[in-house]
């Protein structure tokens, strides 16, 4: 699947929510368990997302010309907003992850997560995506 | 308004931002520590001034400048009364408590402070009321040192007595802990302190819109306030400092309003409180505070205190009913403004923010600016609701059934 058919799939299973802020979230905090575990000798400090509050942890592989992503998160509600980014983004070639537009986020209402910069890792999660997928494009 | 018939419709009226819905839901606003809302008084005399009044102040020949000059020193003898001090001259208009705090470090610290003395701060101090006095210390060669609390959030005053000596110069310590509403016993504090000949700064930021304030029979040294916790705006600060202390301390920054006459050779300094008043003040923000202790003044701290009190009761009540094994209460101080900290076993204070703000309930997580404190618990954070005297019983309910839903999903 394409990263916008993924996006799309993502916008209408939260539609069924409306304006239910707190089934959204419950719902994200679902996905957020159904994430691969991330082999811990991967959570070190060097692959830390930091945020004031909370933390993600993201791990990048190279495989076939290909990005993929292993994640984790210390509060449920960022680890599912990362179970999303992962689903859309992990095994995707560089250029592509570097070149998506991640409208999701403001479609499932969610903007506020991506707002402070301060507050939460997600914020700073999608950028470091990008960073690893940029610095491939530069090497080849 | 006496005690018996606080009301809270009345109360709750004046307050336009309260009346909206966030995500659906009526706004639940518990995040008073923060900041508080607004009294319609305050936000109309913010909107006058602008509309009305505005003029630079002191020394204007005009009649716009007699006019803002004279509203801007209306506020400071409002400060005056409101703590008691003994002249408004006293009182020095901040942009808020942490200016004040740096103020006094910048000012009396260095002045003062020779190597080997000893600046005591307290375990639950705000950052603000630590980082200025570690930076003036390693300038000065002074000792920052620590009083320990106990786990219910108490101050050790055995350990305060104990790590107070003739070295002890500065006490500055905070009135009411914005982590874990410890009201701290401050007039044994000052008292014991000025035994030694040290003085006492008190960060007075909770203690402001709770408690009552008399500075002289407190017989404190510096007391610092903040507007906006306090139902006034953002950007107004109080120093409150005896007349003998300020007299004989430097200037904090330098500029117009501070000065007597200024040559090239030499600058001789105006008296207080503008020598601590460099620069154009924020004017407008003072002249509409006066109407935030107004609205204080309006109600009366006792009548503010107990209905507050009432708030953290009944929340309290309600999680030891439901919740005391699932959900962990920190701060259980003998005397608390009210201020409650939590965490719901096994979940991070962020998801449990996000998911009362899902409801429209409106509280704070994490460190609160007090990590040393949250590393004495040992944990990163909190959730911490903070009840303000427009807050209701229905208000706490729905806090209450929304902490319901998560322990028992």
């Known amino acids: 699947m394409t990263s916008t058919e993924i996006q799309n799939e993502i916008i209408d299973?939260?539609?069924?929510?409306?304006?239910d802020m707190e089934s959204k979230l419950f719902y994200l905090m679902d996905l957020g368990k159904k994430l691969p575990e991330m082999p811990l000798e991967h959570k070190t400090e060097e692959f830390i997302v930091k945020g004031c509050q909370s933390k993600v942890w993201l791990y990048p592989v190279k495989q076939d010309g290909k990005l993929f992503f292993e994640a984790d998160s210390n509060t449920e509600i960022t680890k599912g907003l990362v179970s999303l980014l992962v689903k859309i983004l992990s095994g995707k070639t560089p250029s592509e992850i570097v070149e998506t537009d991640l409208y999701f986020i403001e479609k499932i209402g969610m903007n506020h997560m991506i707002g402070s910069q301060r507050s939460n890792?997600?914020?700073s999660m999608i950028k470091q995506m990008k960073m690893y997928a940029f610095a491939l494009t530069q090497n080849n | 308004m006496s005690v018996t018939t606080l009301d809270i419709n009345f109360i709750r009226s004046q307050f336009p931002i309260l009346h909206q819905e966030v995500n659906g839901h009526p706004l639940v606003y518990f995040d008073n520590a923060a900041t508080t809302q607004k009294p319609i008084k305050v936000i109309e005399a913010l909107g006058d001034y602008y509309k009305l009044h505005n003029a630079n102040i002191h020394r204007g020949a005009h009649a716009l400048a007699d006019r803002s000059t004279g509203f801007f020193e209306d506020t400071r003898k409002s400060v005056q009364q409101f703590i008691n001090a003994k002249e408004a001259a006293e009182c020095i208009f901040t942009k808020g408590v942490t200016e004040s705090i740096n103020l006094v470090a910048q000012t009396y610290g260095k002045a003062f402070l020779k190597p080997g003395d000893e600046v005591l701060i307290s375990y639950m101090e705000h950052h603000s009321n630590i980082v200025p006095w570690q930076m003036i210390c390693e300038e000065t060669g002074a000792h920052l040192k620590v009083i320990p609390i106990h786990e219910n959030g108490e101050l050790d005053l055995e350990a305060f007595y104990k790590l107070l000596s003739v070295q002890t110069k500065i006490v500055a310590c905070v009135w009411a802990s914005n982590a874990l509403g410890t009201i701290n016993p401050v007039k044994e504090i000052i008292d014991s302190a000025h035994k030694v000949g040290a003085i006492v700064l008190l960060d007075g930021a909770q203690a402001g819109s709770h408690l009552p304030i008399n500075v002289q029979q407190l017989d404190v040294d510096f007391l610092t306030?903040?507007?906006?916790?306090?139902?006034?705006?953002?950007?107004?600060?109080?120093?409150?400092?005896k007349r003998e202390l300020l007299d004989k301390m430097p200037p904090y920054q330098g500029g117009g309003e501070m000065i007597k006459e200024v040559s090239f050779e030499s600058t001789t300094y105006n008296e207080i409180p503008f020598k601590f008043e460099a620069g154009t003040p924020n004017i407008g923000d003072v002249i509409a505070f006066k109407y935030a202790l107004e609205f204080v003044n309006g109600i009366g701290k006792d009548a503010i205190i107990q209905w507050e009190s009432k708030l953290l009761n009944h929340f309290n009540?309600?999680?030891?009913?439901f919740g005391s094994n699932r959900i962990k209460l920190f701060g259980a101080a003998k005397e608390k403004v009210a201020v409650q900290s939590f965490l719901l076993e096994g979940k991070h204070p962020f998801d449990t923010g996000l998911l009362l703000d899902a409801r429209g309930i409106a509280v704070r997580t994490g460190h609160h600016c007090t990590q040393p404190l949250m590393?004495?618990?040992?944990?990163?954070?909190?959730?911490?609701?903070s009840f303000a005297v427009y807050n209701t019983m229905e208000e706490v309910d729905v806090l209450l059934d929304s902490l319901k839903k998560m322990v028992n999903r």
Do not use: M, N, Q
């Open chain 2, 375 to 385: 590393k004495f618990f040992g944990i990163e954070g909190t959730v911490r609701a």
């Open chain 1, 121 to 123: 890792g997600f914020a």
């Open chain 2, 317 to 321: 009540a309600g999680i030891r009913e």
């Open chain 1, 13 to 19: 299973d939260f539609s069924l929510f409306e304006e």
């Open chain 2, 225 to 241: 306030l903040s507007g906006h916790k306090l139902y006034g705006p953002t950007g107004v600060g109080v120093l409150y400092g």
